[in-house]
């Protein structure tokens, strides 16, 4: 497979690159980059050291590459499936014996062919600028190799959103995308001790003092330059080039997977893929958790709670529609529709989402010993709770996957949105969970209290709180129930009798 | 060449409507070399097969195979014989005819040596070089859907799925397309097509499915079909009309006593006459061969009927469409 022979890569390539567009971009670009260049110059005439125009050209060239690839070659990206499927003309991409894995590469190197020729054009500009301002360029290939390999993972992510993406959904999607690599280009984010993870990052690469050797004590992981991996300094730059390089993995698997398929029966990962995907993104999390700004109780809470979100999301990767469940019916028969099917994908999640949880109370205990205000129990119940509450929110949603409205799944988060809000505010107003001996109560109706358990409270109310466990279970099947009905609804199909079953010969 | 085997699909209707087989349950088999045109009312589900038939739908159950491969199992290696043109499509008008071929002849995988000089052949083969190097986006409908036929012919494939290939185009044009289909049906390709303009089907088809609410309600040769014959044609499909030279014998009785036959209706001497002249014609429906048929004759001459006239009635393509549509016979 040559990627340089892909044909969808060649289309693009035609569609997009005619000479006269590249003569007109090129010399746009030329233009701008003389007059830009004479400007630098000139103002640092009198005043700056010999040379610093050529840096601020090199650094001003650099930001439009950026800005072109990360964002405009994300539009290109955003637009490549969901515009073609609008037009009819995907399904003739489908039927092609181009492979998933050869139709997502072109695709993804294609689309934003002319965000790579923008980025070609203002090479000259950004070189001149290197050579006169005297740059490093260790430094300054380090830079593009860094901005070109995050770039490549977020158009990855922009080619997956547009698959997945319903008709004239186009504004949504991009400005989804503007957010999230706003909210990525944030330095020092979060509980995380990493750096930003957009391609942003790159620019200030440039600037960084020192950046080959581990700045003195104390060093404040997750900075602009520094991560820590299990408590080891790693340049933010190398960490931002694996985790680029494994996202980018995870996401052509799924394009790859999908982009031939029926769309009605989409399917991100295999439930094995996607408890792997759910183990690495736990262990990166685990292993960039800042743990030294937080307590064991505090660690643990926010660890699981960001398990619980990448499970929850993993739930919503793996749950079945009515078409997948006709086909497996069709397919397994009555195993199809059994209690086993009623439970899925809670029983499915639990599993994962109990053992990572376990792994991390392990790694909370190796970590912090035994602390005042946590205990490894209170730890095990509040991950119980926390399982349960996994469990039945997502049993509940793939029950309303189920159910014959519009947009199903949206409609399911609005209710449960509209659930935890009302069971909040009548809880609250009851006074419920004001002293520790009735917040197991109200746990029942509202997991994530449980997920705050501190030791003490365990250790006062310790049959309350089994009892709140407990009362997940039937929670649980009543929505397994629910869910077997919609599955005897689907097994019983419309009656129908074989009227051709001959040769036309 | 290909295998339909208990093909099914079902659908939700929006809001709470219920659910509908566009499938149901169809079973047959279309040898090589036959133009099967697949006909039916709008949302019959004809679409729907014939994405299942290429790969682009999934079934809810049952299989498809073209020449042995499982579309479903295989369906790069199944595409491979197939050639696919949809009812609604656009094409990329940002670029030129040949260069959009060229694009699929690549995308098909064919020998890359061979791709220039099959790239001619199909728009030579489509009338279309003196739009080669057009833009697609300045071509007219009626070219627009030759280029995505040439697209479809493109790699040679042993089996042409074609949905509604002649809308859009000019009846110079139509008339084109019907003998480009009869000559690649000469070239031994085999074609799954469906249209609205029954005329033409029937100019074209060897064989014939008739789909109504996702059942296959005919199935057979189109000569067969159209003469109430095929194994799926139902009972009292053959139409008939036999005509005795003088009135006296009572020709309905005698034909609805008769077993196979049925829906008799009498034909007085002249119309002038009313309800009340005298019967000397009768039409009715029999189920059967001709053998058959010449059976029944041989009775009624036996029986001292002096028949003067025995005539076969075939019906047209859209004849027979419109009574069963409006469910005249199922």
């Known amino acids: ?505 | 060449m290909i295998h339909i085997e208990n093909l099914t699909k079902e659908y939700d209707l929006s809001g709470k409507r219920g659910q509908v087989l566009a499938a149901d349950r169809l079973t047959f088999d279309i040898p090589s070399g036959e133009i099967f045109g697949l006909v039916g009312p709008n949302g019959a589900g004809k679409t729907t097969t014939l994405k299942m038939l290429c790969g682009l739908l999934m079934p809810t159950g049952g299989r498809v195979t073209v020449n042995g491969i499982d579309v479903e199992r295989q369906p790069e290696e199944a595409q491979k014989h197939i050639g696919y043109l949809a009812d609604f499509f656009s094409l990329y008008d940002d670029l030129k005819s040949w260069e959009y071929l060229d694009y699929f002849g690549h995308a098909y995988k064919m020998d890359a040596a061979a791709i220039p000089a099959r790239v001619n052949e199909a728009i030579g083969v489509m009338g279309l070089e003196s739009k080669r190097d057009a833009f697609i986006g300045g071509l007219s409908r009626g070219m627009k859907q030759r280029l995505g036929i040439a697209r479809a012919i493109l790699h040679d494939p042993p089996l042409l799925v074609l949905d509604e290939p002649a809308s859009g185009l000019d009846p110079k044009a139509r008339h084109e397309l019907k003998l480009l289909i009869k000559s690649l049906h000469r070239t031994g390709t085999t074609i799954f097509i469906t249209s609205h303009v029954l005329s033409d089907l029937e100019e074209i088809c060897t064989s014939i499915g008739i789909l109504e609410k996702g059942k296959l309600v005919r199935l057979g040769a189109l000569d067969q079909i159209l003469r109430g014959e095929g194994p799926s044609a139902g009972p009292a499909a053959r139409r008939v009309r036999i005509k005795i030279a003088a009135a006296g014998f009572a020709l309905t009785d005698w034909l609805a006593a008769q077993p196979g036959v049925t829906g008799v209706v009498a034909e007085p001497a002249s119309a002038a006459g009313g309800p009340s002249a005298p019967v000397t014609g009768a039409l009715f429906h029999l189920a059967g061969s001709e053998a058959g048929l010449a059976e029944l004759v041989r009775a009624l001459i036996t029986a001292g009927a002096p028949v003067c006239g025995v005539e076969e009635i075939t019906e047209s393509l859209e004849q027979l469409f419109f009574r069963i549509s409006s469910g005249e016979v199922m």
């Open chain 1, 1 to 505: 497979m040559n990627l340089l022979s892909n044909p969808e890569l060649w289309r693009n390539y035609r569609s997009q690159l005619r000479p006269g567009r590249m003569a007109a971009t090129a010399g746009i670009i030329a233009a701008l980059s003389l007059t830009f260049g004479y400007a630098f110059y000139k103002g640092a005439e009198d005043t700056s050291p010999a040379g610093a125009w050529g840096q601020q050209l090199f650094e001003a060239a650099f930001w439009v590459q950026v800005l072109a690839l990360a964002v405009g070659g994300g539009f290109a990206c955003l637009i490549a499936i969901s515009r073609e499927k609008e037009q009819n003309t995907f399904d003739f991409q489908r039927v092609t014996r181009l492979s998933p894995l050869e139709l997502t590469l072109g695709k993804l190197f294609g689309a934003p062919v002319l965000s790579y020729f923008v980025v070609l054009c203002l090479m000259p500009a950004a070189l001149l600028g290197a050579a006169v301002g005297r740059m490093d360029f260790t430094r300054v290939l380090a830079a593009y190799g860094v901005f070109l390999v995050c770039t490549v993972a977020w158009h990855g992510l922009a080619l997956l959103t547009s698959l997945l993406m319903e008709r004239n959904a186009a504004s949504a999607g991009g400005l989804l995308y503007l957010a999230l690599l706003g909210m990525m280009s944030i330095p020092d984010s979060g509980p995380l001790g990493l750096g930003m993870m957009s391609p942003f990052f790159s620019i200030s690469m440039l600037s960084a003092p020192a950046a080959t050797a581990i700045p003195s004590q104390p060093i404040v992981f997750g900075s602009r330059y520094w991560d820590s991996f299990f408590g080891i300094p790693i340049q933010h730059g190398m960490v931002l080039v694996v985790l680029s390089v494994i996202f980018l993995g995870w996401l052509l698997l799924a394009l790859a997977r999908n982009i031939k398929r029926d769309p009605s029966v989409y399917e991100l990962y295999t439930p094995e893929q996607s408890l792997g995907l759910a183990a690495y993104l736990n262990l990166v999390l685990v292993g960039f958790f800042n743990s030294k700004q937080y307590g064991a109780h505090d660690a643990h809470q926010l660890m699981t709670f960001l398990n619980l979100s990448l499970f929850f999301g993993l739930g919503l990767t793996v749950m079945r529609n009515r078409d997948r469940l006709r086909r497996r019916i069709s397919e397994l028969g009555s195993r199809a529709s059994g209690w086993l099917a009623a439970f899925w994908p809670a029983t499915y999640l639990l599993g994962g989402f109990l053992g990572i949880g376990l792994a991390i109370l392990g790694v909370i205990s190796v970590q912090f010993g035994d602390p005042q205000g946590w205990n490894l129990a209170a730890g095990m119940v509040g991950l119980l709770i926390a399982s349960f509450w996994l469990a039945r929110d997502v049993l509940f949603l793939q029950w309303m996957n189920l159910t014959r409205v519009r947009r199903p799944l949206t409609m399911g988060m609005l209710y449960l949105i509209a659930y935890y809000t009302c069971m909040g505010i009548l809880l609250g107003a009851l006074g419920l969970y004001e002293t520790a001996g009735e917040t197991p109560f109200a746990a029942i109706f509202l997991p994530a209290l449980g997920m705050v358990l501190e030791g003490k409270d365990w250790e006062a109310h310790r049959a309350a709180w089994m009892l709140a466990v407990a009362a997940q279970v039937p929670i649980l099947c009543v929505l397994a129930m629910l869910q077997k009905q919609k599955l005897q609804e689907l097994s019983s199909r419309p009656a129908g009798s074989v009227v051709a079953a001959v040769s036309a010969d």
